[in-house]
């Protein structure tokens, strides 16, 4: 199958958002390109390219992660500190997508290194123009290094 | 004795000089005795015819038998009669009387016969004389008349001597002194002339009468004669000096005259005139003698008097009363002490009883010291108590003794009272607060302890003795003794202390000890203070022992009531933590879990609206719209639950907040919901206050927001915000002119979910309110509302820290102004 680059990666264990989020993504024509990921270790697999997702590279790095916070087996804490521990990671661009607004969890996020921390509107109309608002940003406004130089600079400093 | 003339009264109350009255007294006796051994010495010569004894004086006429009989009757009854204050018998004194009646009455008998010229046989009575027996006598056996007279005075005298009356006085002694008379001129005939007899008495026998006729007056020394040469008078003295030469110098001035004369060593003339001459010079000399005596004495008198008229002044000035009163207490002398004591004058008292200030129930006592005086003891600062005038009770301490003259008897008994009342009044308070030291002691269970450091003896009150379980008295009083008693564990560091305050002179410890009766283990706070002798020296450690043990027992049971309490805080405390760390997670799944499922309502209801919204039927529509709005309010109840349950478990964060600038930018915020009407809004100056400003935000968004929206039925709202002084501390208030409520659901306002009006007619969750008040409770202050339907709200409130928010108005004021 033609491996088209991953641009976002939605984690997230409730169907019911997955379908809602992905429904606001396909508005704005950015669903394409989406892996869902449906608990924290399966997300792990995903970025680090192991387990199931083993066939996948470092070099082709999703420009994207939503995170939700509250999923089975790891939860999200865990990834984002695994994710920004690891240089080859640390510089994917992950926004908190949650329920919650508890201050602890937006100090610990932040503290943690995540990009941006955004909790889901009740009201579908707002949900979707936030959803519509980050893919914006973060896909098209903000400016990322290319994929490639990064791995370099990754191996290099590796080394 | 009233009314006796007072020259009587002298001469019978008499002080003698037992010396002269022993002497008086042999002088009595001898005279008895001598008469008697005469009367027997010449019946021996009557009975044995010899005239040698009879007459004794060769040549000189004989002693006639019954003029030796009466010599020797009244010999016999002088000699029984001799002592006055000795007891006789009565039948003795009988027979003294009989012989000396009978001597009187030979006498009589023989005078009669001179003077009727009978012959009464009484001269031969128990011899009859014959003529050679009786040499110059008128008549034999029949004795002379002055020796007649003699007896008869001297018997009748003997007779009259007890009688103690004004009639038998005067004769008892005027009639020795004539008999003396008499027989000085039988003594004169013998010694002016011894060939020839002109009185024809004996000479001997003249003598005899005379020598007996002052026996007879010496024989009683209380009165008369006897009580003159007896007595310590001057006139005593004179009496005996003069009395002997009185009697003796004209006897031999007469005798050398006569005898001078008769052998014509000089004329009749010269005779006279010498013996004139010689007479004046003697009596001249002894009136002279007399005179000098007299002025002597006077001045030693008057020397004495001065002394006795000092001696009444110091009396009369004496600050202690000075009472002279009889051997049978009747008062004699009365100084103005006494007076001041007694409250009687000396006019009052004097010749009364003393009894009159003795109470009634102390007169044995009385009796008791007047029998002490009586055996001539003294008493010595005698407390007692005596009654004034007033009836008042007064306490005296009384110094009694016996008075005495120089012979040496008890005259009178002298008494010298001191007013103690004062001092008895203190002492009494000195025992009164004694006792209550004692009772306040036994109470506290302390007591005192006096320890003598150089000689170690340690003297404890009874109570301290108490407290260690001895009894009064048995503790020993050594340091050793005392250490003994304490807890070993505390006696070293109570050691240290008695130690280190030998040095600085303060002594304060705790210990235990282990009581010696029951050996119960006490708490014992001391303190004490040392006393230092000049040099520094520590002499003794003065103080207080108390026994604290149950204060020492309360205090360890606070102890172990706290530790408990701690405890169970700390149990309470691990509780309460774990309830809220469960709230806490259930807060977190509230916010997670509920609100997801709401979302996915609002969003898959949206989806139908906008995918199939053309093949709905409008009344579909409708309820999609419903179910929106409902999942909307859901969300909005769920924020503000979450929000009211994160205040409780928000800590503040105090700092000092200018509430205006709060209440600005909660106005930026509500600008969107005020679009399109009339809001007027009146903010005054507001306090800096400390408080956590983003709380104090919601309180004001809270507030203001109601306003705004329970003013929207107004075509011109009116808001105001404001301060005011209720008591000294500010209130802030948020007032409007909207719907306004029934004051009697003001009690339900701040409940969380109360609501006063319909959804329809106001939106809101029911929390807001909870909300505020939660926030205002936690910076410890108060809201309440006034209110009234239609007419508009009022909501005031204070926070906790007032004093402050006062001051900080005064200084953002001032600020202000400059």
Redesign the interface.
Known sequence: MTQRQIEILLVEDNPDDVELTLHALRKEKLANSIHVARDGEEALEFLFCNGIHADRSFEEPPRLVLLDLKLPKVDGMEVLQRLKADPRTKAIPVVILTSSKEERDLVKGYGLGVNSYIQKPVDFEQFRDTIKNVGLYWLVINQLPLVNSLAQAVSTTTK | MNGSPLFLTDLVTNVCDPRILRRLNQFVSCCCALAILFGLWVLTGWMFHLTWMKSIVPGQVAVKANAATCFIFLGLALWILRKEDSPIAPAWRLAAKAAAFIAGVVGLLSLLEYAAGLDLGIDQLLFTPGPKDIPGSVRPGLMSPLAAFGFFGLGSTLLLLDVKSKLARWPAQLLPCVVAIAAMFGIMDFVLDPITTHTYISPVTASILFLFSFGLMFARADWGLGALVAGVTQGGTLTRRLLPAAILVPLVIGWLRWNGQNIGLYSNWTGVSLMTVISILLLSGLTALSGFTLARNERERQRGQETVDRLAAMVECSDVAIIGKTTDGVVTSWNPAAEAIYGYSAREIVGKSISTVIPANRREEFDTILEKIRRGQRISHYETTRVRKDGQAVSVSLSVSPVKDKAGNLVGVSTIARDITERKRAEEELQLSRERLALAQKAAHSGTFDWDIQNNVNHWSPEVEEVHGIAPGKFGGTYEDWEALVVPEDLVVAKKGIEESLKTGEFAGEWRIRRRNDGEIRWITARAKVVFDDNGKPQRMLGLNMDVTARKRAEEEVRRLNRELEQRVIQRTAQLEAANKELEAFT?SV???L??P???I??????LTEEYGSALAPEAKHHLQRIQEG??R??LL?DDLLNLGRIGRHELRLQITGLNSVVDETLFDLKEDCEGRQVEWKIGTLPFVECDPALMKQVFQNLLSNAVKFTHPRSQAVIEVGQKDEDGSAVVFVRDNGVGFNMKYADKLFGVFQRLHRPEDFEGTGVGLATVQRIIQKHGGRIWAEAELGKGATFFFTLGTSEKTELKTNAATAGDKA
């Not at chain 2, 609002?602 to 989806?607: N, T, V």
């Open positions: 977190y916010s997670h879990d609100r997801a709401l979302r996915h609002s969003g898959f209801s949206k989806l999942t909307r859901m969300g769920v």
